[in-house]
């Protein structure tokens, strides 16, 4: 059983416009160990997908037609708030964008990481080495030792005093160390990254993307790294889904599918990645735009901007293919372009 | 495991907050002054405080508060022995207000921390909750906003009779939509931040959202607008006590003096003009004080 398999998964969102089709049909299977990059333009649902795995995601104005997240078999879905919130933290945890935001300016980094330990312990106290007897102030204690420890960890220097700081006289690089600190603080058995990276420099991207997959080697932690940057995808990801307009077109090991990338829009995406040889003017885009998803186009949501789309690419949305042990497609020309 | 490793690590901890506390004090007290002003009102606030809480002692007629008269002494003007004079039952002016000091300014604060406190609440509730809680909540504060504050109170104060609880409770009645309106605005703003999606990311309930992240987020506009209030409290405080409705006499009261006095305006000038400066002073600082905090606690504002 994998760990997490989200399950044609479909999604609506109200608007003034009328009910946008977010998620369109989302499969992806992630199993223990692994490390996913789920990558595509602003808007292709990347990030509703994984805040949709931690039942995050607002209902109304947002709502499931369709499918299944199971987490180790059980559908978060059908589950309700309470039955959620042992899971947070503790088997699935989560690590949002902007590290500058993404901290309490109020609270001391300390408390904040001790507070999700403390959370946690009262479903888990294993987490914080304490039987199911331990009292509130001893494991108030426990979680403000561990969270200490977690800050070493990550690499905050002189971490017991640094507790004492807020967020404030943290750097953006150091304030990313403390949330991915605060994520892992409960052993969760899968991480949700949503672009941890892209608020930082180039050189503390590596140094953190680094960090972070040390971190879950050592502890078996699937991973899914949400990212519109294909070169952190090469960088740390063991496999990668690409998402077009609510829709996983292509999927496989990251090898695979940025090597030999079989789908129009994947190839598109590695087409117009900037490279340091590239000569002025010779980065290739990618005419048009992402299609309007309160009236998607009929058939293949990318036939509108796809080069090789044909009148077939407009009738029947292609169901996704297996074409190699893990890798799949979702293209009506695979047959074609497999036999040239 | 940690722990056994160095034992003294939870004592330095602790150590190390209490002294990051102490440097917030400082700089807050530091940015204070920086404006001349709010150190004035922070002073006369002070000042006000001490001498209400001391009153009793330091009058010079300590039994004129208590209630006992002295009809040969009718109507002095302000002398070495009565600096503020003496009123129409031979009272000395300056004891009196002294007396009626505890009454507007303890009276004042009361209501106002009440206002706040159940205020917060409703507001906090209406604000996380939203959908009907919201609705009903916000319904009911807007048809106390439609009553004038002051006939309420006059009103709840007339049914529930005279004293000084009653006068609170009354005029605290009409007071909290102002903080219910505020915080709920405050609480739908912070709700929506990041940093409370990762908290709520990362296994926290509604109970710990509320109080660690969103309350202490949103306490300096609550404590700006509880300074500014005090002072039109206690102006309330006294306009009830004008209007003979509030604390029963012989406790002195600086709207009920004001009120007897204004009989006797403008020859005896002195038994209005006393409690009446008192009142302005009284709002007149806290609105200082309250200014001044606006401009330590509020970044938006900071000059």
């Given at each position: 059983?994998?760990?997490?398999?989200?399950?044609?998964l479909?999604?609506a969102?109200?608007?003034?416009?009328?009910?946008?089709?977010?998620l369109?049909g989302?499969?992806l299977?992630?199993?223990k160990?692994?490390?996913?990059?789920?990558?595509?333009?602003?808007?292709c649902?990347?990030s509703v997908?994984?805040?949709?795995?931690s039942?995050?995601?607002?209902?109304?104005p947002?709502?499931?037609?369709q499918?299944?997240?199971?987490?180790d078999?059980?559908?978060?879905?059908?589950?309700?708030?309470a039955?959620?919130?042992?899971?947070?933290g503790?088997a699935?945890?989560?690590?949002?964008q902007?590290?500058?935001?993404?901290?309490?300016?109020?609270l001391?980094?300390?408390?904040?990481?001790?507070?999700?330990?403390?959370?946690?312990?009262?479903?888990?106290?294993?987490?914080?080495g304490?039987?199911?007897?331990?009292?509130?102030?001893e494991?108030?204690?426990?979680?403000r030792?561990l969270?200490?420890?977690?800050?070493e960890?990550?690499g905050?220097?002189?971490a017991?005093?640094?507790?004492?700081?807020?967020?404030?006289?943290?750097?953006?690089?150091?304030?990313?160390?403390?949330?991915?600190?605060?994520?892992l603080?409960?052993q969760?058995?899968l991480?949700?990254?949503?672009?941890?990276?892209?608020?930082?420099?180039v050189?503390?991207?590596?140094?953190i993307?680094?960090?972070?997959?040390d971190?879950?080697?050592?502890?078996?932690?699937?991973?899914?790294?949400?990212?519109?940057?294909?070169?952190?995808?090469?960088?740390i990801c063991?496999h990668?889904a690409?998402?077009?307009a609510?829709?996983v077109v292509?999927?496989?090991?990251?090898?695979?599918?940025?090597?030999?990338?079989?789908?129009p829009?994947?190839?598109a995406?590695?087409?117009?990645?900037?490279?340091?040889?590239l000569?002025?003017?010779?980065?290739?885009?990618?005419?048009g735009?992402v299609?309007?998803l309160?009236?998607?186009p009929p058939?293949c949501?990318f036939?509108?901007?796809?080069?090789r789309?044909t009148?077939?690419?407009?009738k029947?949305?292609?169901?996704?293919?297996?074409?190699?042990?893990?890798?799949?497609?979702?293209?009506?020309?695979?047959?074609?372009?497999?036999?040239? | 495991?940690?722990?056994?490793l160095?034992?003294?690590?939870?004592?330095?901890?602790?150590?190390g907050?209490?002294?990051?506390r102490r440097?917030?004090?400082?700089?807050?007290?530091y940015?204070?002054?920086?404006?001349?002003?709010s150190?004035?009102?922070?002073?006369?606030v002070v000042?006000?405080l001490?001498?209400?809480?001391?009153?009793?002692?330091?009058?010079?007629?300590?039994?004129h508060?208590?209630?006992?008269i002295?009809t040969?002494?009718?109507f002095?003007?302000p002398?070495w022995?009565?600096?503020?004079?003496?009123?129409?039952?031979?009272q000395?002016?300056?004891?009196?207000?002294?007396?009626?000091a505890?009454?507007?300014?303890?009276?004042?604060?009361?209501?106002?921390?009440?206002?706040a406190a159940?205020?917060?609440?409703?507001?906090?509730?209406?604000?996380y909750?939203?959908?009907?809680?919201d609705?009903?909540?916000?319904?009911?504060a807007?048809?106390?906003?439609?009553?004038?504050?002051?006939i309420?109170?006059?009103?709840?104060?007339?049914?529930?009779?005279?004293g000084t609880?009653?006068?609170?409770?009354?005029?605290?009645?009409?007071?909290?939509?102002g903080?219910a309106?505020l915080v709920?605005?405050?609480v739908?703003?912070?709700?929506?931040?990041?940093?409370?999606?990762?908290?709520?990311?990362?296994?926290?309930?509604?109970?710990?959202?509320?109080?660690?992240?969103?309350l202490?987020?949103?306490?300096?506009?609550?404590?700006?607008?509880?300074?500014l209030d005090?002072?039109?409290?206690?102006?309330?405080?006294?306009?009830?006590g004008?209007?003979?409705i509030?604390?029963?006499?012989?406790?002195?009261e600086?709207?009920?003096?004001?009120?007897?006095a204004?009989?006797?305006?403008?020859?005896?000038?002195?038994a209005?003009?006393?409690?009446?400066?008192a009142?302005?002073?009284a709002?007149?600082?806290?609105?200082?004080?309250g200014?001044?905090?606006?401009?330590?606690?509020?970044?938006?504002?900071?000059r």
């Open positions: 059983m994998p760990l997490l398999h989200i399950r044609n479909h999604l969102m109200r608007s003034f416009e009328g009910e946008a089709h977010v369109n989302v499969e299977q992630v199993d160990g692994e490390v996913w990059g789920l990558a595509g333009e602003t808007g649902g990347k997908t994984g805040l949709s795995v039942r995050l995601v607002a209902t109304p947002a709502r499931y037609m499918g299944q997240i199971l987490f078999g059980q559908d978060v879905l059908a589950m309700d708030e039955a959620m919130r042992p899971l947070r503790r699935i945890s989560m690590i949002f902007d590290p500058s935001t993404n901290l309490n300016p109020v001391r980094v300390g408390d904040q990481i001790a507070d999700v330990a403390y959370e946690i312990g009262r479903h888990a106290p294993e987490v914080l304490l039987t199911a007897q331990a009292g509130s102030a494991r108030k204690r426990a979680a030792q969270g200490v420890q977690m800050l960890r990550v905050i220097a002189d017991a005093r640094r507790a004492n700081d807020y967020p404030h006289q943290f750097s953006g690089g150091m304030r990313q160390r403390v949330l991915i600190a605060m994520a603080v409960g969760p058995r991480l949700i990254a949503d672009e941890p990276t892209t608020a930082l420099d050189t503390l991207q590596a140094q993307l680094q960090l972070l997959a971190l879950v080697k050592r502890s078996d932690t699937a991973v899914l790294m949400i990212t519109h940057n294909l070169g952190v995808v090469a960088q063991s990668v690409v998402m077009y609510g829709h292509e999927s496989g090991r990251t090898r695979e599918v940025l090597h030999a990338p079989r789908h829009y994947t190839r995406l590695l087409a117009a990645l900037p490279r340091p040889g000569a002025r003017g010779q980065l290739a885009n990618l005419p735009r299609p309007d309160i009236h998607p058939g949501r036939a509108p901007r796809c080069a789309a009148s077939l690419c407009e029947e949305t292609p169901a996704s293919v297996a074409v190699s042990d893990k890798h799949r497609v979702a293209c009506v020309h695979l047959d074609a372009e497999a036999h040239p | 495991m940690n722990a056994l160095h034992p003294e690590a939870g004592a330095s901890v602790a150590s907050a209490a002294h990051a440097e917030a004090w400082r700089r807050a007290l940015r204070m002054r920086q404006s001349s002003l150190m004035l009102g922070l002073a006369l000042l006000l001490v001498l209400a809480a001391t009153g009793h002692w330091i009058a010079p007629f300590p039994d508060i208590t209630g006992s002295d040969a002494m009718r002095k003007p002398s022995k009565n600096w503020m004079g003496t009123n129409e039952l031979g000395d002016v300056l004891s009196l207000v002294l007396g009626g505890r009454i507007s300014l303890f009276a004042g604060l009361a209501v106002v921390l009440l206002a159940v205020g917060t609440v409703v507001g906090a509730l209406a604000g909750l939203g959908g009907w809680t609705e009903v909540l916000m319904r009911l807007d048809l106390k906003l439609t009553l004038p504050g002051l309420l109170a006059m009103a709840v104060a007339a049914a529930l009779g005279a609880v009653n006068m609170v409770i009354a005029i605290s009645l009409g007071w909290w939509p903080f309106r709920r605005g405050e739908l703003g912070k709700r929506e931040e990041v940093y409370v999606l990762a908290a709520r990311a990362l296994g926290a309930g509604p109970v710990r959202i509320m109080w660690r992240h969103i202490p987020n949103i306490v300096s506009p609550v404590i700006v607008k509880m300074s005090v002072g039109f409290a206690v102006l309330t405080v006294a306009s009830l004008f209007v003979g509030g604390v029963k006499p012989p406790t002195p600086w709207g009920q003096m004001l009120s007897t204004r009989g006797f305006l403008p020859d005896y000038w002195w209005a003009i006393f409690p009446g400066g009142i302005f002073l709002v007149l600082s806290f609105n200082l004080l200014d001044g905090l606006r401009d330590v606690l509020d970044p938006r504002s900071r």
